[in-house]
């Protein structure tokens, strides 16, 4: 299998935006409706829309990029699912239904974007077992601990994909199932069925690849 | 080591933060910028529930007009066959052509996807009606049961007139369409 390399050099890399990415409180909500309305009233000139857009972007682009990177298991996927729901959210904006918390919003158009880059991937190869989405973890680590981190990439690229989005939503994103129900459109009872099918499978597939080590 | 202490080792790793690559968050807001901007909002605000909606009355007017034309789609939809879909008899024996529809005015870019394509959304790209309100494609199809789905601007979307659904590997729901020899 061929790696797919991208030169990133540590420099390139900003800290993710720490605490945006786990339970949102009742602020961050609020403060996240403001700063929509903030950009919807902005005025048309100087890029007022797209400054104001900006601190939406730092504040969810982080854990839309976790999740994509889970998702489709390479980095480029990753930020290209990510650029395009950022984008698609920019231009639907003023749809946005404040009742809803943006975050659910926003990961419901990141959730069918993963849909479809996994769609349209068919044949395609891309999972990267030599570790494209590690590439920044292998300037820094070393050599074992790339080793498991790829280990751990198989490990949840061996579930099906309706499974792996219903675990990485729950117990990487840490979403409750009423917004999961929200973003997927699966009903909870369904969601909490392909989450203990998904933990059932990964502990058996870690199971083996730890035996193996 | 456990199995459940390696799952929750695992997850731990799995939560920790992809790094933001300051050329990719540069490019997004280029791109941001770049955009058209935004239609400009009137803000009307319920003291119930907040909510923002769009009022210019050319923009009411336009949307009142082409909700009118949709309805008139879509009762017409309604009252045929699942999706519009209407089927005759191929030159190619054993083929029946199907006609798909979708009503999607706002669009930019439709195809057809299922099990006869592979899924493949290069494969089947739909055509804009003259009216601009639907798209159209023509099929010849093997007798049998297809599923099948709509990619409308990249998301797949099941037919919004079929009678059955089922759910692909994806958790995506499709539709399903039973084609007979020259009638569907």
Not at chain 1, 27 to 42: F, P, Y
Not at chain 1, 114 to 141: M, P, V, Y
Not at chain 2, 61 to 82: I, N
Not at chain 2, 102 to 126: C, E, T, Y
Request: contains cysteine; hydrophobic residues 45%; glycine residues 6%.
């Amino acid at each position: 299998m061929k790696a797919v390399s991208r030169n990133v050099s540590p420099v390139d890399a900003v800290p993710a935006f720490e605490g945006t990415t786990q339970y949102m409180s009742e602020e961050q909500v609020v403060n996240d409706a403001v700063l929509v309305r903030r950009v919807l009233e902005a005025g048309d000139g100087g890029g007022e829309h797209a400054a104001a857009f900006t601190q939406l972007v730092d504040r969810h682009a982080p854990a839309c990029l976790r999740f994509a990177t889970r998702m489709l298991g390479t980095r480029e996927d990753a930020e290209d699912a990510t650029q395009e729901t950022l984008m698609r959210a920019y231009r639907a904006l003023h749809t946005f239904d404040e009742s809803t918390p943006f975050r659910t919003w926003l990961f419901s158009i990141l959730v069918n974007r993963c849909r479809t880059a996994i769609l349209r991937r068919t044949r395609r190869e891309r999972w990267i077992s030599n570790g494209d989405h590690f590439e920044h973890a292998s300037a820094t680590s070393s050599p074992a601990s790339l080793e498991l981190k790829v280990e751990l990439g198989r490990a949840l690229e061996a579930l099906p994909s309706d499974l792996r989005e219903a675990f990485l939503l729950k117990h990487v994103e840490q979403l409750e199932y009423e917004e999961m129900a929200a973003i997927t459109g699966r009903g909870v009872s369904a969601l909490k069925m392909r989450v203990r099918r998904a933990c059932a499978r990964l502990r058996r597939e870690l199971a083996e690849l730890n035996h193996e080590r | 080591m456990r199995d459940d202490e390696l799952l929750t080792r695992s997850i731990e790793a799995w939560r920790t933060p992809v790094p933001v690559r300051v050329a990719w968050r540069a490019a997004l807001l280029r791109d941001i910028a770049a955009a058209p901007h935004l239609p400009r909002q009137t803000i009307v605000r319920d003291t119930g529930v907040r909510r923002v909606w769009m009022l210019r009355p050319a923009t009411a007017l336009t949307a009142a007009a082409l909700l009118l034309v949709a309805g008139l789609a879509l009762g017409a939809l309604l009252t045929r066959a699942p999706s519009d879909m209407v089927a005759v008899p191929n030159a190619t024996p054993g083929l029946t052509t199907v006609r798909f529809l979708i009503v999607a005015p706002a669009a930019r870019q439709v195809s057809l996807v299922g099990d006869f394509n592979r899924w493949d959304v290069n494969a089947h790209p739909m055509r804009r009606s003259h009216d601009g309100q639907s798209w159209l494609l023509e099929l010849p199809l093997e007798a049998g049961r297809h599923t099948y789905a709509f990619v409308v601007d990249g998301d797949v979307v099941r037919d919004p007139a079929a009678p059955s659904v089922v759910d692909d590997d994806f958790g995506v729901p499709n539709s399903i369409i039973f084609v007979a020899d020259g009638r569907t």
